[in-house]
């Protein structure tokens, strides 16, 4: 279907599993490098929601790689919730919009298992690409490739271990990643030690700075997706 012109993009409970990821992630950059008039393609698109499907960590790369300032300078929200997403697909996103994939530093906390299967193990085994000092020095990331003014991204019930965590901070912190409030309930791999890193002071930027969210562990509420506690954990 033609996407141009819309403002909300609703792809949740489509039963797409990786390759369709990857497909749509493709169809979206296509669309998003059209012209209508004087703007681009997908220039009005507000909302993107892909939760309850299996697109995993190629899907979530390859959608996060269409999504950036300049294709769609307009998108608020973007949710991939409960999409089996681990540790290589926030790595993927991260270095979509122009972080380069990092690996854990020691005292990060990152000694708990995301069941993420293969991409853990292309952790374990030093594979991805260690960040280099230049991005250590939060250079400036180009609008081609920055993610939009996000208000949020929804990445609850998924894979995601500390590692992925810490991955979409560093994203943050290098300018890479502009987003109001990352929600990760139900990700339970993410440990204290990542949790308490990614509440610091350095994520605050002019009091407009990142928000990630988790569960409660002290009392164990079970969140919605607007944040209302609706039970409580056994």
Not at 31 to 57: F, P, W
Not at 142 to 167: H, K, M, Q, T
Request: charged share 25%; hydrophobic share 35%.
């Amino acid at each position: 279907a033609n996407v141009i012109s819309e403002k909300v993009l609703n792809y949740s409970h489509s039963e797409l599993n990786e390759a369709d990821g990857v497909a749509l992630g493709k169809k979206l950059l296509e669309y998003g490098g059209m012209h209508t008039g004087l703007e681009k393609g997908l220039a009005k698109l507000k909302h993107l929601y892909l939760e309850h499907n299996r697109i995993g960590d190629g899907g979530a790369a390859s959608v996060a790689r269409a999504l950036n300032r300049s294709t769609t300078p307009n998108l608020r929200r973007i949710v991939m919730r409960n999409n089996r997403i681990g540790v290589q697909g926030c790595i993927g996103m991260a270095a979509a919009w122009g972080c380069a994939a990092v690996e854990a530093s020691p005292g990060d906390g990152n000694d708990g298992n995301d069941g993420g299967g293969a991409a853990d193990a292309a952790v374990a085994d030093g594979t991805t690409t260690a960040i280099t000092a230049r991005d250590k020095k939060s250079r400036q990331v180009g609008d081609s490739v920055r993610s939009p003014a996000l208000d949020l991204l929804s990445l609850e019930e998924n894979w995601i271990n500390s590692e992925g965590a810490l991955a979409l901070g560093r994203a943050f912190k290098a300018g890479a990643l502009t987003v109001r409030e990352v929600r990760l309930y139900g990700n339970n791999a993410i440990t204290p030690g990542a949790r308490e890193s990614l509440k610091q002071p350095e994520y605050v930027q002019q009091g407009l700075g990142v928000k990630f969210v988790f569960d409660d562990t002290t009392t164990g509420s079970c969140m919605t997706q607007e944040g209302e506690v609706i039970g409580e954990i056994p």
